[in-house]
């Protein structure tokens, strides 16, 4: 346990502002060693907290919070601010079962104002809290400043804009910090970050405008005109601010985001004289503090627990290797065999593999920051123009390029590829990163295939497939983590579309599996056998377009039919249960049910652990199995 002596007094915000200056900055020295030694046992997102230490007392120390509500954007860097925030005591339960969530929740504090997890949605909300105060809105009619805390990856998004624009627009009183470190969880990309570098490339004239800016309001009237052409004559030649003062927003920076003598000072004159919108600049360093996460890639972005001394993570050995490198490794081979072939994501290449692409390709990879609706038409216009794109996204992030997903792919039968990595429930992260919805969301779009990986070889086939799919939009899911260790083919192979496979012929119940719940379905088997129950088993492979034959088939040849899929109500069940229907299959006495996510959002734990709370592990297969048998038998003899 670090030594923290000043912080231990600390226990809500309001405890910083009898402090001194001098004792805020041992308070950021004390918060940052905390903030490493929750994390290293608890595993986490800790680079970005880091960066933002002195930022996050600084902001608290200034301004009164949770009356002024303080709005972090994604929210990985929040751990530092859950520790001022009456959650020290709970610090060493981030991201597991019953503990803190890794991002900022309603739920969980006052001082949580705004939930987030996906990018880019501070400014929108801190606008909404601005003109909820200016009309007076109920339930709080008391509510204070709006700030929101950026970071220069998140600002890249289109949403930024639209809500800067807006912003500056209405000219009301509110705040936005851009945390500039010069990287999201990867090196940024793009025109932004060039022009953000830019700005603090000119930082000696960037001195000079806010000097003239500050001073302004202390010369004597008549001369105040004509500092003022002065200042925009100035901020006219330089590229520092321009394009968000010409949003609407005064642009303070850059200032040194590790100067809490600096901050202090700037936020303590614009809360006290600041009566339109402001954009203050802040340069802060990823990791700053700790050797290991400075020293790293991603600056010590997301880590699994580690030793506080060397830094080295305790990852967990596997024979099986992951679905993403799986993935990346098969859409490598499928690229050296096809020159067209090209790989998209947003932001995110190395939590999609992209990054092994990259680099055998680097004129074929494309990061477009966090960008997903851009994204999903850029890869539109790449298929259109004969490439055969690849749109390597997660399933939860996919969700924010649907619109594009329907208007520029689907309509048009454009033939794009969409990996969808972090299918199902993936832990740690929660309900904000649980990719529950892209069967439900995909599969009821004309002309789409949707696949779903049992295990990392049939992955390699659905990539395959993928490629040579050039009729119309094409998906294929796979979870996040290792496989199931199964021996993996030389070479994808293309399945045929709308096939299925029989993993196990039996009799009374069928189970038809969609996606990696396969090996549960196959440990319910083992003990159903004990029992003398022999259910068939069947891979669905695609719930789009579904395997008729296979699924009437089993119908016919079974009392009872069960579907599973690691996805929401809406998805491959109801497209079987809408089949049956349509065939008069129910008619017949078939007993059918559909084991899906529960309509609920399921908070962070481990996969297994919210997969027990979903009812849908070995355990509730074997239990539904008896069910319906009963259920039929009870049947047949009435």
Avoid at 54 to 69: Q, S
Avoid at 154 to 181: C, K, P, Q, T, W
Avoid at 257 to 278: I, K, N
Wanted: charged share 25%; proline share 5%.
């Amino acid at each position: 346990m670090p030594n923290t002596p000043l912080l231990d007094k600390v226990h809500v915000p309001a405890d910083l502002k009898s402090l001194s200056d001098r004792e805020l900055r041992q308070i950021a020295d004390e918060l940052r060693l905390e903030t490493i030694a929750a994390v290293s046992e608890t595993g986490g997102h800790l680079g970005a907290g880091l960066g933002v230490v002195e930022l996050t007392v600084a902001l608290h120390a200034v301004f009164d919070t949770p009356r002024d509500r303080l709005i972090w954007d994604v929210s990985h860097q929040c751990y530092p601010h859950k520790i001022l925030t009456g959650r020290r005591d709970r610090i060493r339960t981030l991201r597991q079962k019953d503990g803190l969530s890794g991002f900022t929740k309603r739920s969980e504090s006052p001082y949580d104002p705004f939930g987030a997890a996906h990018s880019s949605t501070s400014i929108s909300a801190a606008l909404g809290f601005t003109m909820a105060r200016e009309l007076g809105g109920a339930p709080d009619p008391s509510l204070g400043d709006a700030i929101a805390v950026i970071g220069d990856g998140a600002i890249s998004a289109g949403m930024a804009y639209e809500a800067l624009n807006n912003a500056g627009h209405l000219g009301r009183r509110m705040f936005v910090v851009l945390n500039d470190n010069e990287m999201s969880i990867a090196p940024p990309t793009g025109a932004m970050s060039s022009y953000l570098s830019r700005i603090y490339a000119d930082k000696p004239v960037q001195e000079l405008k806010n000097a003239m800016k500050g001073a302004l309001s202390l010369l004597p009237p008549p001369l105040q005109e004509g500092a003022r052409r002065a200042k925009d004559l100035l901020k006219h030649v330089t590229v520092g601010g321009t394009l968000f003062e010409e949003l609407g927003f005064n642009y303070i920076g850059p200032i040194d985001g590790h100067d809490m003598d600096q901050l202090l000072w700037v936020l303590r004159t614009l809360r006290e004289r600041a009566d339109e919108p402001y954009l203050i600049h802040v340069l802060t360093q990823k990791g700053k503090g700790y050797a290991p996460a400075e020293g790293a890639a991603d600056r010590g972005h997301a880590r699994a627990k580690f030793d506080m001394v060397t830094g080295k993570q305790q990852k967990a050995a596997s024979n099986a290797p992951s679905y993403t490198k799986v993935f990346a490794e098969s859409l490598i081979a499928e690229a050296q065999r096809d020159e067209r072939v090209v790989a998209v994501t947003a932001a995110m290449p190395d939590g999609t593999g992209l990054d092994l692409f990259a680099r055998q390709f680097p004129k074929r990879m494309f990061d477009v920051a966090i960008a997903e609706q851009h994204g999903v038409t850029f890869c539109a216009g790449l298929a259109a123009g004969g490439m055969k794109p690849f749109c390597a996204m997660y399933s939860t992030f996919l969700q924010r390029g649907y619109d594009q997903v329907v208007h520029d792919v689907a309509i048009q039968r454009l033939p794009v590829r969409f990996a969808i990595d972090r299918a199902g429930l993936v832990g740690a992260d929660g309900a904000t990163h649980a990719g529950s919805f892209d069967v439900a969301y995909l599969a009821n779009l004309p002309g789409f295939v949707v696949m779903a990986a049992a295990d990392e070889a049939e992955l390699v086939h659905m990539v395959a497939t993928a490629v040579a799919h050039d009729d119309g939009p094409i998906a294929f899911r796979f979870p996040r983590g290792e496989g199931e260790g199964v021996e993996m083919p030389d070479r994808g192979k293309v399945l045929e579309i709308g096939k299925g496979r029989m993993i196990r012929q039996g009799k009374g119940v069928a189970i038809l599996s969609f996606g990696t719940r396969l090996g549960e379905v196959l440990r319910a088997c083992e003990s159903l056998s004990a029992k003398g129950i022999t259910p068939s088993v069947a891979d669905a492979r695609f719930a789009k377009p579904l395997d008729r034959e296979l699924i009437l088939q089993l119908a016919r040849e079974h009392d009872a039919l069960i579907t599973i899929e690691e996805g929401a109500v809406g998805g491959f069940g109801s497209h079987v249960s809408q089949l049956l229907s349509d065939e008069g299959v129910f008619d017949n006495g078939l007993r059918f049910r559909a084991m899906v996510l529960p309509d609920i959002f399921i908070d962070q734990a481990s996969p297994r652990d919210m997969y027990e709370l979903a009812a849908m592990n070995a355990p509730h297969i074997e239990a539904k199995v008896l069910e319906l048998l009963n259920v039929a038998q009870m049947g047949k003899r009435a």
